[in-house]
């Protein structure tokens, strides 16, 4: 029996926030949403769903990233362009990279709260 993943969620603060940022430069579709508390939005064959942290959490000091997961997206062409434009628009942004014996092009960015996510294009 085959155990296959489709949906991914993330634990943030503000719902809307990231619903907004994944819609804005990704175009990802919203299928699923209960206001400032869940969304859910396709994101090819997976899933992202955000659920609002319990309350305990919200008011947290913000720290940075020490998640070890990321997320990774892949585009068919444009990869650079696409790059430039989440720089414009204030998206946190690290340089292209390539690695030996990978036949893809490669960025990796942090969305509004720290969830880094890897954008790869494929030679």
Same mark, same amino acid.
């Given at each position: 029996?085959?155990?296959?993943?489709?949906?991914?969620?993330?634990y943030?603060?503000?719902?809307?926030?990231l619903?907004?940022f994944? %819609?804005t430069?990704?175009?990802?579709l919203?299928?699923?949403?209960?206001?400032?508390?869940?969304?859910?939005?396709?994101?090819?064959e997976?899933?992202?769903?955000l659920?609002?942290?319990?309350?305990?959490?919200?008011?947290?000091?913000?720290?940075?990233?020490?998640?070890?997961?990321?997320?990774?997206?892949s585009?068919?062409?444009?990869?650079?362009?696409?790059?430039?434009?989440?720089?414009?628009?204030?998206?946190?942004?690290?340089?292209?990279?390539?690695?030996?014996?990978?036949? %893809?092009?490669?960025?990796?960015?942090?969305?509004p709260?720290?969830?880094?996510? %890897?954008?790869? %294009?494929?030679?």
């Amino acid at each position: 029996m085959p155990v296959l993943m489709f949906r991914l969620i993330l634990y943030v603060r503000d719902v809307g926030l990231l619903k907004s940022f994944y %819609q804005t430069h990704f175009e990802f579709l919203v299928t699923e949403e209960i206001e400032n508390e869940w969304a859910v939005m396709k994101a090819g064959e997976i899933e992202i769903a955000l659920h609002r942290v319990g309350a305990r959490y919200r008011e947290l000091p913000k720290r940075t990233n020490t998640s070890n997961a990321k997320m990774v997206f892949s585009v068919e062409s444009g990869l650079s362009a696409l790059r430039d434009k989440l720089l414009h628009a204030g998206v946190r942004m690290r340089e292209l990279k390539r690695y030996d014996g990978f036949a %893809q092009l490669m960025c990796d960015g942090e969305d509004p709260e720290g969830n880094v996510f %890897q954008l790869s %294009q494929a030679d």
